[in-house]
C-alpha cells in the first residue's frame, strides 16, 4: 500500500505545483477536488492534514500529499537528525515562439492550400444521366472547411466564396447541400482515408504512439427511468472516438468511431494494425483499460513493446504466456522506468484537448451518419493544422499532390 501511495505522490509531482508557505509547510492539491492539504515538518518528522495520515500517520505511514512533497524536494538526513530539503529543477520544454507564430498566422492561407491538395484525389462518379450532382471532392472540402470555421453552415457560405476566388474549390454551393452530404455514408470511407493520407508526411518523426478514447456530445437526449434513484432521468446522448497519435506531433494516425458505451479494449488492435501500415512502431502506450496478452503481443509482432499498466488483480503464473511475465516483471520491479514510457500516454489526452478546443467538443449533426462524419472530419482538419505546426517548426514539406498521383498509378 505504501507503494500505491508513493505512486500517487508521484503523480501529483508531476501533474501540480507545490508551493511553501511564508508560514512554513508547502500547500499540496487534493486529487479528487478543489481542496489542498499543507505538509509541515515539525521536529524533522512531516505532518499533513488529510485524513489518511491522520488514520495512519502515527504508523509511520506517509500519505500521497507527503510523498510528492519530497518526491519534489531532495531530501537529505544528516547523522544529527536534521533535514535538508533542496528543490528538484522539473523538465521542461520550451516552446519554438517565432515557428508557432509563424504557423498561427499564416494557418488558414496554408489549411486552404493543404486541404485542396487533399481532396484532389477523389474520384467522382461519372455523369450518366439525370441533374448532374455536385463533386465530391468540393463537398468535402466544403464540409472540412466549415468545421473548421466552426460556423453555422449558413454563416459559412462567406468562407465558401473565397476559397472560390482563390481557386481552391470549383463551385459554390448551398448550405443544404452540404448537410445533404454529411449524411452521406460513402463519405465516411473518404474522410477515413483522407486521415490516413494527412499523416504521412510525419512518417519519418513518429515511431511512438499512445491509444486511448474520448467522447462527443450529440445535440439529441435520451431520457430513462431509474430505479435507483425512483425517477426520470434526462442524459444527453454521446459518441466516442477511439484514436491513435503519434506522441511527439499529436498528428492521428488511425481512429475508429463507436457507440458511448463500447469497450475500448477491442478497438486497440484494429488502430495498431491501421497506423502499422504507414509507420514504424517501436512503442506503444495505453491505460490499464487496454489490459490483455493479445495487445502485447501484437506490438510485439510489430516489433515494438506495448506500454500498458497492470492491474491491481493481475499476477504472473506458470501458465501465463512468457511475454505476459517478461512484461509483468518489468512493471513490478522496475517500475519507475517502465512509467517513463507509460507516461506518454498523456500525450493523447493533450490531443483529444487540442481538437475540443479549437474545434468543439459537441456536434452540431442530428443524423448519426452525419454526427460520425462530422468527428471525422474534426480529425482531419487537427491533422492538417499539426502539419502546418511542423512545416514551420522542422522544415517538414508535404507534397500530396505527388502522392495523390503515386495512389492512382499504384
Same mark, same amino acid.
Given at each position: 500500500?505504501?507503494?500505491?501511495?508513493?505512486?500517487?505522490?508521484?503523480?501529483?509531482?508531476?501533474?501540480?505545483?507545490?508551493?511553501?508557505?511564508?508560514?512554513?509547510?508547502?500547500?499540496?492539491?487534493? &486529487?479528487?477536488?478543489?481542496?489542498?492539504?499543507?505538509?509541515?515538518?515539525?521536529?524533522? =518528522?512531516?505532518?499533513?492534514?488529510?485524513?489518511? %495520515?491522520?488514520?495512519?500517520?502515527?504508523?509511520?505511514?506517509?500519505?500521497?500529499? #507527503?510523498?510528492?512533497?519530497?518526491?519534489?524536494?531532495? =531530501?537529505?538526513?544528516?547523522?544529527?537528525?536534521?533535514?535538508?530539503?533542496?528543490?528538484?529543477?522539473?523538465?521542461?520544454?520550451? &516552446?519554438?515562439?517565432?515557428?508557432?507564430?509563424?504557423?498561427?498566422?499564416?494557418? =488558414?492561407?496554408?489549411?486552404?492550400?493543404?486541404?485542396?491538395?487533399?481532396?484532389?484525389? #477523389?474520384?467522382?462518379?461519372?455523369?450518366?444521366?439525370?441533374?448532374?450532382?455536385?463533386?465530391?471532392?468540393? +463537398?468535402?472540402?466544403?464540409?472540412?472547411?466549415?468545421?473548421?470555421?466552426?460556423?453555422?453552415?449558413?454563416?459559412?457560405?462567406?468562407? +465558401? /466564396?473565397?476559397?472560390?476566388?482563390?481557386?481552391?474549390?470549383?463551385?459554390?454551393?448551398?448550405?443544404?447541400?452540404?448537410?445533404?452530404?454529411?449524411?452521406?455514408?460513402?463519405?465516411?470511407?473518404?474522410?477515413?482515408?483522407?486521415?490516413?493520407?494527412?499523416?504521412?508526411?510525419?512518417?519519418?518523426?513518429?515511431?511512438?504512439?499512445?491509444?486511448?478514447?474520448?467522447?462527443?456530445?450529440?445535440?439529441?437526449?435520451?431520457?430513462?427511468?431509474?430505479?435507483?434513484?425512483?425517477?426520470?432521468?434526462?442524459? /444527453?446522448?454521446?459518441?466516442?472516438?477511439?484514436?491513435?497519435?503519434?506522441?511527439?506531433?499529436?498528428?492521428?494516425?488511425?481512429?475508429?468511431?463507436?457507440?458511448?458505451?463500447?469497450?475500448?479494449?477491442?478497438?486497440?488492435?484494429? *488502430?495498431?494494425?491501421?497506423?502499422?501500415?504507414?509507420?514504424?512502431?517501436?512503442?506503444?502506450?495505453?491505460?490499464?483499460?487496454? *489490459?490483455?496478452?493479445?495487445?502485447?503481443?501484437?506490438?510485439?509482432?510489430?516489433?515494438?513493446?506495448?506500454?500498458?499498466?497492470? =492491474?491491481?488483480?493481475?499476477?504472473?503464473?506458470?501458465?501465463?504466456?512468457?511475454?505476459?511475465?517478461?512484461?509483468?516483471?518489468? %512493471?513490478?520491479?522496475?517500475?519507475?522506468?517502465? $512509467?517513463?514510457?507509460?507516461?506518454?500516454?498523456?500525450?493523447?489526452?493533450?490531443?483529444?484537448?487540442?481538437?475540443?478546443?479549437?474545434?468543439?467538443?459537441? $456536434?452540431?449533426?442530428?443524423?448519426?451518419?452525419? &454526427?460520425?462524419?462530422?468527428?471525422?472530419?474534426?480529425?482531419?482538419?487537427?491533422?492538417?493544422?499539426?502539419?502546418?505546426?511542423?512545416?514551420?517548426?522542422?522544415?517538414?514539406?508535404?507534397?500530396?499532390?505527388?502522392?495523390?498521383?503515386?495512389?492512382?498509378?499504384?
Amino acid at each position: 500500500m505504501n507503494e500505491i501511495r508513493k505512486e500517487r505522490g508521484k503523480q501529483i509531482a508531476e501533474t501540480s505545483r507545490i508551493m511553501k508557505r511564508e508560514r512554513g509547510g508547502y500547500v499540496v492539491p487534493s &486529487q479528487s477536488g478543489n481542496l489542498a492539504y499543507i505538509v509541515r515538518y515539525e521536529q524533522f =518528522k512531516p505532518k499533513c492534514e488529510c485524513p489518511d %495520515f491522520e488514520q495512519r500517520g502515527l504508523l509511520g505511514i506517509k500519505c500521497k500529499h #507527503i510523498w510528492a512533497v519530497e518526491i519534489t524536494l531532495n =531530501k537529505k538526513v544528516y547523522p544529527d537528525g536534521t533535514i535538508e530539503l533542496t528543490k528538484t529543477i522539473k523538465k521542461t520544454y520550451s &516552446q519554438d515562439w517565432s515557428a508557432y507564430n509563424k504557423a498561427q498566422t499564416n494557418e =488558414k492561407q496554408m489549411f486552404l492550400e493543404l486541404l485542396s491538395e487533399l481532396c484532389n484525389d #477523389i474520384s467522382n462518379k461519372p455523369y450518366e444521366f439525370g441533374r448532374p450532382k455536385l463533386s465530391m471532392a468540393d +463537398m468535402v472540402f466544403a464540409s472540412a472547411l466549415k468545421v473548421y470555421t466552426t460556423f453555422s453552415l449558413r454563416r459559412f457560405v462567406s468562407d +465558401m /466564396r473565397f476559397a472560390k476566388e482563390k481557386g481552391f474549390t470549383d463551385t459554390i454551393c448551398s448550405y443544404s447541400s452540404i448537410s445533404n452530404y454529411m449524411r452521406n455514408p460513402k463519405m465516411t470511407l473518404i474522410l477515413m482515408n483522407l486521415i490516413l493520407k494527412s499523416a504521412i508526411p510525419l512518417k519519418a518523426i513518429e515511431s511512438k504512439f499512445a491509444v486511448d478514447s474520448s467522447g462527443f456530445s450529440t445535440c439529441r437526449f435520451d431520457r430513462w427511468f431509474s430505479f435507483k434513484y425512483g425517477k426520470e432521468i434526462n442524459s /444527453r446522448i454521446w459518441i466516442k472516438a477511439h484514436i491513435m497519435n503519434g506522441v511527439k506531433t499529436n498528428v492521428i494516425t488511425s481512429v475508429k468511431i463507436t457507440e458511448a458505451y463500447d469497450s475500448d479494449n477491442p478497438q486497440f488492435s484494429g *488502430l495498431v494494425k491501421e497506423t502499422a501500415k504507414t509507420f514504424e512502431i517501436k512503442e506503444v502506450s495505453a491505460d490499464k483499460g487496454y *489490459l490483455g496478452y493479445e495487445n502485447m503481443k501484437l506490438v510485439e509482432e510489430l516489433g515494438g513493446t506495448a506500454y500498458i499498466p497492470f =492491474k491491481s488483480s493481475s499476477t504472473s503464473r506458470a501458465r501465463h504466456p512468457k511475454l505476459w511475465k517478461k512484461m509483468f516483471h518489468y %512493471f513490478m520491479f522496475n517500475r519507475e522506468e517502465f $512509467l517513463e514510457h507509460y507516461h506518454q500516454r498523456s500525450n493523447v489526452e493533450t490531443t483529444f484537448h487540442m481538437i475540443k478546443s479549437k474545434f468543439g467538443s459537441s $456536434l452540431r449533426s442530428k443524423n448519426n451518419i452525419a &454526427q460520425v462524419n462530422e468527428i471525422l472530419l474534426k480529425v482531419l482538419c487537427h491533422n492538417i493544422c499539426v502539419i502546418i505546426q511542423e512545416m514551420h517548426e522542422l522544415g517538414i514539406k508535404p507534397d500530396f499532390e505527388n502522392l495523390n498521383r503515386g495512389n492512382s498509378n499504384g
